[in-house]
C-alpha cells in the first residue's frame, strides 16, 4: 500500500475499557511505536489513553507519535499522552475524521463512540482489525461484514504480534 | 415531552432497501405527515425518499414536513420529494447531526450508515424505535442495548400503527 | 433559479446586534414569511432571533418557516422562535453549513461569526446581500470582493424592500 | 503559556498565493521546524505547501512535523511535504478545526478560506499574527481587531525573525 504509514486505535473510553484492554493497548501502543506508525486515535481515556502511553513506552519513541483528535475545541481535554494534540471543536462528528485518518483502524473493545467509527471506517472502505481477546463491540463484528456493500470481513485478531503481522502485510512495499 | 415535534427517520438508501422497506417508509411517513410530526432524514434515495414521498402524500402536507440533511453541499443531490434541504457539504459527518436532530429517532432496514447513526442516537441520550419487519441494523439492534451507559434498550415496533403509539406517548404534554 | 426557495440570513447575535438591527431583521423577516421562503439561520439570539420572530409574525406563518441550525446538541439552546430546530453538535463549524444551506445569504450586521460565514458563502458561490444600513461586517464588506476567485461583488441593500426586489428577481422561474 | 508546542498556519492556496507568499512560507516552514514545533495546516498548496516543505528542508526535521488536515476523505489530496495527514471527510468545514488546532495561528496572505479561518480563530480566542509583507487579508487585518469581543489585536509580522520572537514570547515557560 501506497499511503502515509498511519493507523487509527479506536476502543473503548476510561468509563468502558477494562484494564486488559488497557493494558493490551498498552502493548499495542509500543508495538506501533517501535514500527514507526504515526498512530492517530480520539485522544480520551480507556484505549485511547493506554496506546498512547504506549508510544511514549516504545524503545525509540521518535519513531512513531500519537495524534490526538479530540471532540472538544481545547487541548487541555486530551489525555495526557498525547504527542499532538487537535482539538476539533465538533463533538463527536470527530469520530468520522477518526475513521478517515488512516487506511488501517484497529479496534479493542468498543461502546457506542467505537461502533460509530467501524461503521465509518466500513463505509469509507477502511482495512479494519478488531481484537476478539475482550468483549465489546470489536469481539462482536470481528469476522464479520457491516453491510454487503464490501466483499471481506472484519479481520479477526488476538495478538499484538497478528497485528503486527497484518500490518506488514497492508504496508508492504 | 416539551420538545420540538420533530423525528428523525434514518434507514437503508437506495442500494439497501428492499421494495417492502420502502412501502413501510411510504407509509410511515404518510402517518407522520397526518400527525404533524416535522421529519428529519438524511434526504437520499431507499428509505429517506419514501418517507419523504409519505409525507408529500400525507392528508394535510402543510402540517408535516421533511427536512433533508445530506452530506453534499449542493441542493440538486437531495431527493426529489424533500421539503427543505439543508446542504451540508460535510460528508457522511452529517450522521452525527441527523441523530442530534430529534428526541426520537426511528430506524428501517439500514447499512453501515444507518448503524452510524443508531450509535450516536445511542450516546447523545435518544429515544431509538427500531422496525423489527425487516433485516439490516434495525432488525439485529431492536431490542438491545448499544453498551451499558443506558438503562433502556433499542424500543422494537412491528407496525407504523405501533410506532403511532409510542410516539404519542412520548410527545404527550 | 431552479432550487429552494431558501435563504439563509445571518448577523450579529445578542452581544453585537443593536436595536435597529434586530428591528430591521424582524421586518426581514416578516417579508421572508410573507413571500413564503423558508429561512435557515444559526438560531441564536441578536438578528438571527428578531428573523424567526419576524415570520411568526407574518400574515400567514404556514407559507414560511424558520430553520436554526445550532452549534448545540440539545434544542433547548435555540431561541423561542425558531420553527425547527437542527441541534447539530458540531459548534462553530455549523456556520459552514448554515452557509451551504441556501443559494442566498443575507448578511445584517455581523460580527467574526457571521464573517466566518460570509467567508464561506463567498467560497462556496453563494449569492450574498449585505445590509449597509448598519454596522459590523456586512456594511464592511458590501460592494466589494472577498477575493479574486469571482468576478461579481456582494450586493449591498438599504431596504428590506431592496432585499424583496433582489429576491425576486433571483428566484424568478 | 503551557500548551503544546504547536502552531497553524494559514494562507492562500495555489490559485492566490504568488511566490513571494511562497518563498515567505519556506523561510518560515524552516524556521518553525528548527525550533521544533508541530506545524498544523490545511495541507494543500500555496503557503500550505511551502510551509511543509520548509519543515522537511530545516536542518533537523525530526524536531518539527507538518500535520495536514485535508478537506477530502483521502489522503492522496494532500500535497507531497505533509508529514501527517488527516483526511477529514467534512469538506471546508475542516477550516474549523485548522482555527482550533493551535494557540497561535499565523496567516500569509490569504483569500476567502484564510478569512473564514481568521474570523473563527477571533472567535475561539486563537492569538493570531499576520504577515504584512504581502496582500491578502493577512495584510488587510494586521492591527485591527474582527469585532469587540476581545480587547488585543491581530499581531502584525513583517519577517520570519518577528515571528519567531513573537513565539518565544508566547511559549515560553
Request: with cysteine.
Amino acid at each position: 500500500m501506497n499511503a502515509p504509514k498511519q493507523v487509527a486505535v479506536i476502543g473503548s473510553n476510561a468509563s468502558g475499557a477494562t484494564v486488559a484492554m488497557a493494558d493490551f493497548a498498552f502493548a499495542l501502543g509500543q508495538m506501533l511505536g517501535t514500527e514507526g506508525y504515526t498512530v492517530i486515535n480520539g485522544g480520551k481515556g480507556g484505549v485511547m489513553e493506554a496506546v498512547c502511553r504506549g508510544i511514549r513506552h516504545s524503545p525509540n519513541p521518535q519513531r512513531g507519535r500519537s495524534v490526538c483528535i479530540i471532540p472538544e475545541g481545547e487541548p487541555a481535554y486530551a489525555n495526557p499522552f498525547c504527542d499532538i494534540i487537535i482539538p476539533t471543536g465538533i463533538g463527536l462528528a470527530r469520530n468520522f475524521i477518526v475513521a478517515n485518518s488512516a487506511p488501517v483502524v484497529i479496534a479493542v473493545g468498543g461502546g457506542a463512540g467505537t461502533l460509530s467509527e467501524v461503521a465509518y471506517a466500513w463505509q469509507t472502505g477502511k482495512i479494519i482489525i478488531a481484537v476478539t481477546s475482550f468483549g465489546g463491540w470489536a469481539r462482536k463484528l470481528a469476522g464479520t461484514q457491516i453491510d454487503n456493500r464490501r466483499n471481506d470481513i472484519i479481520l479477526p485478531a488476538r495478538s499484538v504480534e497478528e497485528i503486527r503481522t497484518l500490518l506488514q502485510e497492508i504496508f508492504k512495499p
